[in-house]
């Protein structure tokens, strides 16, 4: 079994920056996609970002294309999300979600097998 716990998320000015992590436990690692997507008030969730865990190849949602920055560190385990400039449409749950089995198909939330808690970004104008 997987566990993903997110962190980082809080109220920000427009403009601004926050850094989320996903630290995982259990078996972690394998050929697989690990990724970021957010689920704003009333809206579907959203493919925000991903990466591969063998050679970390990322990809990322136009909307977020050159603000946004994911990484992740083996050692700990552990996934990040640097968001910059940070406009109000940015503002929802943050949640991280690992593949249990490798699909190319990074942007579809469905081939997500383990997810976390979420964590709340609010942009303010």
Known sequence: QV???ESGGGL????GSLRLACAASGRTFNN????WF???PGKEREFVAAITWRDTSTYYADSVKGRFAISRDNG???MYLQMNNLEPEDTAVYLCARQRFYSGNYQTAST???WGQG???TVSS
């Not at 920000?12 to 403009?15: D, L, R, S, T």
């Open 3 to 5: 566990q993903l716990v």
């Open 12 to 15: 920000v000015q427009a403009g």
């Open 32 to 35: 697989y996609y690990m990724g």
């Open 38 to 40: 957010r689920q704003a």
């Open 76 to 78: 700990k385990n552990t």
């Open 112 to 114: 997500y097998s383990y």
């Open 119 to 121: 964590t709340q970004v």
